[in-house]
T-cell receptor, first 113, second 111 residues
Framework: EAQVTQNPRYLITVTGKKLTVTCSQN?????MSWYRQDPGLGLRQIYY???????DKGDVPEGYKVSRKEKRNFPLILESPSPNQTSLYFC????????????FGQGTRLTVV | QKEVEQDPGPLSVPEGAIVSLNCTYS??????FMWYRQYSRKGPELLMY????GNKEDGRFTAQVDKSSKYISLFIRDSQPSDSATYLC???????????FGDGTTLTVKP
């Protein structure tokens, strides 16, 4: 079954404690993205990757890092989380550069206290 | 001003109604237009996408793009309670790897 798997689904952490949200896809897609979804602000792209070792900033990259060492994995790293990073996060993979057929993971609800 | 503005809703209709969901945008470089459906506590799933202006139909769903007016719509015919969800429009341009999403419209179809 084609899928994008994120872990963990829920996470509560404290300010400043480094964390990583993992994302893995089994569709051999070259393109992957991270989004955050906030009420009233919609879905905003944080980072995206066009292939292994190729990443670029989206609209809201501040406070986040990503890496793409393998095609299937695209972890999101928060080096020093702050309360304003409390949000619902989605990873997505896409077979095209035009981002027209994104497959989304189930989401990670992060709370930073 | 946001690049993509979506009718905020929420929208509540009786079963069988025709639903119209709409987005406007300001960036004339957008060429690909997508509609996603998101059920509560789930990730968005792609309904359909169109390239440039025109219509595209898939079952009860029709996507319409008017680039001259920078306006896109999704029509749902014979709406069903299972269509109750949040609908997100999204747009991208060639080879950018980036998408811009609307805020979403929450639809409830009452039996």
């Amino acid at each position: 079954e084609a899928q994008v798997t994120q872990n963990p689904r829920y996470l509560i952490t404290v300010t400043g404690k480094k964390l990583t949200v993992t994302c893995s896809q089994n569709m051999n897609h070259e393109y992957m993205s991270w989004y955050r979804q906030d009420p009233g602000l919609g879905l905003r792209q944080i980072y995206y990757s066009m292939n292994v070792e190729v990443t670029d900033k989206g609209d809201v990259p501040e406070g986040y890092k990503v890496s793409r060492k393998e095609k299937r994995n695209f972890p999101l790293i928060l080096e020093s989380p702050s309360p304003n990073q409390t949000s619902l996060y989605f990873c997505a993979s896409n077979p095209t550069a035009m981002n027209t057929e994104a497959f989304f993971g189930q989401g990670t609800r992060l709370t930073v206290v | 001003q946001k690049e993509v503005e979506q009718d905020p809703g929420p929208l509540s209709v009786p079963e069988g109604a025709i639903v119209s969901l709409n987005c406007t945008y300001s960036n004339s470089a957008f060429q690909y237009f997508m509609w996603y459906r998101q059920y509560s506590r789930k990730g968005p799933e792609l309904l359909m996408y169109t390239y440039s202006s025109g219509n595209k139909e898939d079952g009860r769903f029709t996507a319409q793009v008017d680039k001259s007016s920078k306006y896109i719509s999704l029509f749902i015919r014979d709406s069903q309670p299972s269509d109750s969800a949040t609908y997100l429009c999204a747009m991208s341009y060639t080879n950018a790897g980036k998408s811009t999403f609307g805020d979403g419209t929450t639809l409830t179809v009452k039996p």
